[in-house]
C-alpha cells in the first residue's frame, strides 16, 4: 500500500486521494444522517405502533447521547490514527444499519438511533475532517469544502435511494442493504487507500516541496492538549458559534416547510426551497473555502454568523415567492458556511498534535446543539402559532457571537511553539 501512494505521489500529491475517500467517509454516513431518517419515518411508525412524537423524542435524546461520545472517539482517533478508527467505525455503521431495520420497539428503535448517529454523523465525518486536516495546510480550507460535497451528493442520493428501497422490499430490508453498501463503498479505500498522515510516508502537507521531512514532522507535532485548549477564551468564542450555527441551522431545516406555509407559501412551493438551497450550497461550500485559505479566519467566521441572521430574519419576512428565495439563497449560504468551519477551525487554532480530542469535543458541542436546536421555535408555535417574533429574537444569538469573534486569536502557546521551532 506504501509504495502504490508513493508511486501515486510521483504524478500528484497523494492528498487528493485522501481528500477522495474522506468526503466518500462523509457520503457514507448519509444513513445516520436526518435526510435519510426522514423517508423511513412514516414506515416505522405504521409498523410499530409508536406516535411521531414519540420517535422524535428518541431521535432527538439519541442524538445527544450520541453526542458525549465524540470526544471519547476523537482521543481514540488521536491513539490509534483516522485509518485503523475508520474501519473499525465504518464496519460498526453496517451492523448499526442491519440492527436498525429489526428494531421490534421504542427502545430497540432508540438504541439504534444513537448508534447510527454516533458512529454516521458524529465518527465517520470526524475521521473524515481529522484526514484531511493532516493531510492539507495552506490549502486546508478548500480541501475541506470539497469533501463537504460528499454530504451535499448524500442529501441528493440517501432520501431518493432509501425511497426506492422501501418500496422494493420494504423499510426493514432497506435498512439491512443500505448496511450491505456502507462495507462495499468504504472497506476497500479505507484498507487500501488511506494513510493517516504525509509525513508516513515522507511527504509534506499540500505537497509541499520546500519543507523538509523533518519540518513537516515538526510541524504536525505543534498543538494544545484538550486541557490547554479548554482554557482559552478561543475554544470558547469557537465552541458558543459553532453550536449556534448547528442549533439555528437545524431549526431552519426541521421547521422550513411549517415556516413558509404558516406565512402564505403553498406546500409546493415551500418544498421547491430545499432543492434552491442545496444548489446555493453547492456553489458557496467552495468559495467558502477559498475565503478561509486567503483570508483572516475570524472575519470569515463573522461573515458566517452574519449570513446566519440573515437566513433568521430572512425566514421571517417571507410572505411570498420571491420572499422565499431570497431566504432560499441565504440559507444555501449559511449551510455552506456551517458544514466548512467545522472541519476547518480547531486544527487552525489549536494545531494537529491533539487534533481528534479538540474536534471531538468541538463536534460534540455542535451535534448538542442540533439535538435542542428545534425546541424553541415549537414552543414558540405551540404557544402564540407563528414563528416570525422568535426567529427574529433567535437572530440576536448569531449577533452576540459575530461580536465575541472580533477577538479570536491564536492561542499564545501555539505561537511559542511555531516560533520556537522557526528559530532553531
Known sequence: MKSFALNISQRFFYGWVILAVAALGIFVSGPGQSHTFSVFLVHIQADLGISATSISSAYAFATLIAAFGLPHMGRLVDRFGPRRV???????????????????????LAVAFAALRFLGQGSLMLNSSNLVSHWFDRNRGFALSLMAMGFSLSMAVHPPLSQWLIDTVGWRQAW???????????????????????????????????????????AAEHGLTLREALATSTFWILGVGLCGLS???????????SILTTQGLGEAAAARIFPISALVMIVAIPLVGRALDRFPTKWVFIFGLIVMIASLTSAAFVHDLTSAMIYAVAFGINNGCTMTFFGYVW?????RRHLGAIQGTGQMIGVTGASIGPLPLAIAFDMVGSYHETLLLMALYPAGCAFAALFLRTPTKLLAQQSGDAAQ
Not at 472497506?187 to 519540518?215: K, W
Not at 441551522?249 to 421547521?255: E, G
Not at 486544527?347 to 494545531?351: C, D, I, V
Request: overall charge negative; hydrophobic content about 55%.
Open 176 to 218: 439491512f442493504w443500505l448496511g450491505i453498501s456502507t462495507w462495499v463503498l468504504l472497506l476497500p479505500p479505507v484498507l487500501f487507500l488511506l494513510h493517516n498522515r504525509p509525513e508516513d510516508l515522507g511527504l509534506s502537507p499540500d505537497g509541499a516541496s520546500g519543507l523538509t521531512v523533518q519540518d513537516s514532522v515538526t
Open 247 to 257: 442549533m439555528l441551522v437545524t431549526s431552519l431545516h426541521f421547521f422550513q416547510v
Open 86 to 108: 475508520m474501519f473499525i467505525v465504518t464496519v460498526l455503521l453496517g451492523f448499526a444499519c442491519i440492527g436498525f431495520g429489526a428494531a421490534a420497539g421504542f427502545l430497540w
Open 347 to 351: 486544527p487552525r487554532y489549536f494545531g
